[in-house]
């Protein structure tokens, strides 16, 4: 009997994945991953090299049909697979990413005439200028008393599908006329793939203000936030919601032809490619709290009730796994935080020491540090270099370091700042915890939780759990994987339940961070400080933060 | 008619200096410097090689007299000078810098004996080993309600004279028993050059608590220490202190030979070295601030009445200028901060960008923090990265950045670190006017009066004053040289008064820093949140820095 497989695709920021993986064992059986030729657009448009304001970020969408053409044969040819075999496909993609495209789902940029708008181009997760539009929306939901804001802790992002398209109408009202569409990056592949226009319930619930109860925003308000918005919902944005696990369709012919694979193989509904790791890091119940630790530091987990729960950026149903409410909290900048210190507070004889060593700064950083025991860098520091995500939600707050004396040296920095993200992570873990959101297991995946062994063990330290770290190391396009063979269900060769694909296709590695008992004393008195100066700076106690932010652009 | 000439000896922590200076033009005509052969022994003692323990800071006394040998010829020779022209000798030293010897003055570190003994050796001022011996003085002042206590703003250092004597009773008592003198270096030279043991006011006042009206702490006090030390005044403490301007005494034979100057030249009385630096600074009456910028920043002024201040460190009769109570106030880091981040916190790429240019990496930083509106870095720093001396008097507490960001680049910090200092010294400045201590002119010393014109730029801008720069790059010799003019006195081809001196042979520079009144504003805001910051870290709002600290050394 032949093998059957399941073929994820995780597109990221900066590269896109496919990963093959055998449906029964869940081996990862090929993978290749190509960078964006255009990469992160954030300078000039391509060929009329026009330049963009600050904190534009765009993307091209021909590099993720590229993706397509390139990457999947590729996989088939490494594990000599046949189209046939492959029973399912995933998708996962950064969001909120849109596409504008024409009614045959054309993106705008592809078409000569706007080729040099920017407006007509695929506006990045990362694309901050719409922070106008997102603290207008924020306003006037809070004035309408709109439902859905208390889902997001009463803040919306400017990163999210509102705020964005308003900025199109608002800058580039032609170009806002001519988008037949504005689609997720995520769901327009599948739409590529397919034919069908499909919205992911995770990303409509996560960045457009759907709920599975209430749809998105009414006529009423988006016709508040512009009158020509009023119809949006049905036009330019198609609710066809579908909550996670269901097969958005099958590979046309043109899906076929673009990929190599077979006519007809089902193509599931399109995830974030956050919440994507949630099954392939074996998180499939309440009480599992997941740690997607890279940059930025994302934690998901799974209540069983409809309820507010403050301090936590999104609660969706069917968010992230079917039938529960998916809650995502997180850190704005972890990794962040280290690869800023390493790039602008390194000091050239650390450099030069590696150098010598032939080791990376990290690596030189990571032993000193490690050498360290808690509180012997009589360093404090708070986490917030790219503001406050959880629980403040608040982007106007930045880093702290205190404690610091002509001694003191980057591991000692090195080493707070690590623990300032651990103690954030304990304020979110405890924030659930007080409301009712049980966290009894601790799952990690994601770069830093391969590769830094001090971090997670500061981690199990500070948060008093043992960390269990995803057994596969591309955990998204395992999970886009997952929900590809979902989307086959057992009678086409792939799982009815996405619990049922985990139970045979995800797992996690045998070593895991236990927490060192003797630190625990000195971790919970640094933990109480840690909190005590959050509540200071954070909650009202003195707004110096936010009036240097202020300072600083007037 | 020949020239006259005075000669000034400046001491410092790393190497000696000899001036000499024309009486009547203030022309310095000649210089030479000595760094100590033996510099600041911290690891092990020469020859045994014994190794010392941490906070340790010793020197070798017979650097000193090599200087005396060394400098004075040279300065005679490159000035063609006669040993008769000059009419006068000024010696500044660190302080308190503390000379074991024995009755006929040896240091007991010459004599074979002792030299293996680390208690028989020169404690320098930064040997911070006797800190138990400080804190249990304090205590015990505090118990009997010491008098001298509140002159000291609460509380003793262990740099100072007595914590030094004690701990070598309490480490060492057979040195302690042979040691039939402890002096402050500044008079032990003195008393090489002329025979006489006589102790400088501004030392005994500053270091040794001793006052005009009531002396050194009596037997009673200094029993209760140690019943040890019961008769230390009289005995190996000499009584016989001597304000500042008077003629110790004249050179004798043995110091005519090691200077080869004549015998019966006028020796004025020691000074501290930063002290010193007062006359050559112009400064010559009450409402003139001082400031002697360095590794770390001390703030002289005069007062007129004898009065507690508040939050400075030392209020001394005779101290600086005879007739005036000599207020003395400081910053523990200032340019020792900017050196730590240089070394600790610039990262490589500045560095190799600087050796492109051909520029220091201080020389880069400068430039681009130049160019830097106040507010723009978005950083808010306490200047605490050594404690604060002046007004808070707590080594406990330490350094702090706020406002750190992704975007934060190494310039946005150094600027930082340059506006905390200056806003410690307005915050010095505000606690001595609002108790009644005027300041209406602001003269400055020191290298980074010199060199840094960014800092004096932005001191004016903070202080909204005038800042004004001694035209001497060597004030503390030139001061020394003042004071061996006035020992002299007129009669002697000197000058009756130290005021009279300073009219002839001090000036200032040319140039001044002007505030730039389009930055009041910004400042006058941001060292509000300065002055927020430290009130709350110092004054009891949050003692975490100093838990910090306790939790670091447990």
Chains 1, 2 share one sequence.
Not at 48 to 66: F, I, N, T, V
Not at 281 to 303: D, E, K, N, P, W
Request: proline content about 5%; hydrophobic content about 40%; some cysteine.
């Amino acid at each position: 009997m032949s093998r059957r497989y399941t073929l994820g695709l995780d597109y990221g920021t900066e590269s896109a994945r496919a990963l093959l993986v055998d449906v029964e064992s869940g081996e990862e059986v090929a993978t290749d991953v190509m960078p964006y030729p255009h990469g992160v657009i954030d300078d000039r448009l391509p060929e009329s090299g026009l330049k963009l304001e600050p904190e534009w970020a765009l993307q091209d969408p021909e590099d993720y049909l590229l993706a397509l053409r390139t990457l999947i044969p590729s996989v088939l040819q490494q594990a000599s697979a046949k189209p046939e075999e492959v029973v399912g496909i995933g998708v996962d993609f950064t969001a909120c990413t849109v596409v504008p495209t024409d009614e045959a789902y054309r993106p705008l940029s592809t078409l000569p005439q706007y080729r040099d708008r920017p407006h007509a181009w695929v506006k990045l997760w990362k694309h901050h200028a719409a922070q106008d539009e997102a603290d207008r929306m924020t306003e006037i939901a809070r004035e309408r008393g709109a439902e859905f804001l208390r889902r997001y802790g009463g803040k919306l992002s400017s990163e999210w599908l509102w705020p964005k398209i308003w900025q199109v109408l608002n800058e580039d009202p032609e170009v806002y006329e001519a988008a037949a569409r504005f689609i997720e990056a995520g769901d327009w592949v599948v739409q590529q793939l397919t034919g069908e226009d499909t919205r992911s319930a995770c990303q409509a619930g996560y960045k457009g203000c759907w709920s599975a109860d209430g749809g998105y925003p009414d006529a009423n308000f988006l016709a508040a936030l512009d009158p020509r918005m009023r119809d949006l919902v049905g036009t330019k944005v198609l609710p066809n919601v579908m909550p996670l696990g269901q097969k958005a369709g099958e590979l046309n012919a043109s899906g076929a032809e673009l990929t190599g694979l077979k006519p007809g193989t089902p193509v599931a509904v399109s995830v974030i490619d956050a919440h994507v790791a949630a099954p392939a890091s074996t998180m499939v119940r309440s009480g599992q709290l997941l740690m997607i630790m890279g940059t930025s530091l994302c934690h998901l987990a799974l209540g069983t009730e409809n309820r507010e729960v403050v301090g936590v950026a999104g609660v969706v149903k069917d968010g992230i796994l079917p039938s529960f409410y998916g809650l995502e909290a997180g850190q704005a900048a972890v990794g962040d935080i280290f690869a800023w210190f390493t790039r602008q507070g390194v000091p050239a004889y650390y450099t030069e020491e590696a150098a010598t060593e032939g080791i990376s700064v990290y690596h030189l950083l990571e032993r000193r540090a490690a050498a360290l025991k808690p509180g012997e860098s009589g360093l404090l520091a708070l986490d917030w270099w790219n503001g406050n995500r959880s629980p403040l939600m608040d982007a106007s707050l930045s880093g702290l370091i205190l404690g610091l004396t002509l001694d003191t040296k980057p591991e000692h920095v090195y080493r707070a700042l690590i623990e300032a993200t651990a103690f954030g992570t304990r304020l979110i873990v405890e924030t659930m915890r007080r409301q009712g959101i049980p966290v009894d297991e601790a799952l990690c995946c994601g770069g830093l939780a391969e590769k830094n062994e001090l971090l997670m063990q500061i981690y199990a330290d500070v948060l008093q759990m043992e960390l269990k770290v995803a057994r596969s190391s591309q955990t998204c396009a395992l999970g886009s994987a997952m929900w590809g063979a979902v989307a086959a269900g057992a009678q086409g060769g792939g799982y009815d339940t996405i619990q049922d694909a985990a139970e045979r296709m995800a797992g996690l590695q045998e070593r895991t961070f236990r927490p060192n008992p003797g630190n625990r004393e000195i971790y919970d008195a640094l933990y109480e400080e840690y909190v005590k100066l959050e509540q200071y700076f954070g909650e009202g106690g003195n707004d110096v933060m936010r009036r240097l932010k202020s300072l600083k652009h007037s």
